[in-house]
C-alpha cells in the first residue's frame, strides 16, 4: 500500500517560512521523481517544485529563488523549504511521487500565508 504523508503546513505571516516534509512509504523511493503541487481555491492544481531521481530540480517561475526542494534517499522523504512566502502561496499543497505509469498523491497540508 502506497502513502504519501505531508506534514509541516499551517498559518504565517508574510515573509515567513514554513517546511513541508512528506514521507513515502510502499514505493521503492529512489525509483520516482518527486514532486510538490499546490491548488489555491477556485484554481487548478499546477506544480510548484520537482526533483528527479538524479536530484534535477524543476521549479515554477513564482516561486524560483525563494523555495527548495531536496530528497533523502535513505529516509524515503522529500522537503520543501518555502521562504519569503507571499499571500498568493496560500494553497493545499500535494506531494506527488511518479515513474510512469505509476503516479501517487498525498491528501494534501494548508498553507496559509496572511498577517
Known amino acids: 500500500q502506497v502513502q504519501l504523508v505531508e506534514s509541516g503546513g499551517g498559518l504565517v505571516q508574510p515573509g515567513g517560512s514554513l517546511r513541508l516534509s512528506c514521507a513515502a512509504s510502499?514505493?521503492?523511493?529512489?525509483?520516482?521523481?518527486m514532486g510538490w503541487y499546490r491548488q489555491a481555491p477556485g484554481k487548478q492544481r499546477e506544480l510548484v517544485a520537482s526533483?528527479?531521481?538524479?536530484?534535477?530540480?524543476t521549479y515554477a517561475d513564482s516561486v524560483k529563488g525563494r523555495f527548495a526542494i531536496s530528497r533523502d534517499n535513505a529516509k524515503n522523504t522529500v522537503l520543501l523549504q518555502m521562504n519569503s512566502l507571499k499571500p498568493e502561496d496560500t494553497a493545499v499543497y500535494y506531494c506527488?511521487?511518479?515513474?510512469?505509469?505509476?503516479?501517487?498523491w498525498g491528501q494534501g497540508t494548508q498553507v496559509t500565508v496572511s498577517s
Open positions: 510502499g514505493i521503492i523511493f529512489r525509483a520516482y521523481s
Open positions: 506527488n511521487a511518479a515513474n510512469w505509469p505509476a503516479n501517487y
Open positions: 526533483i528527479t531521481r538524479a536530484g534535477t530540480t
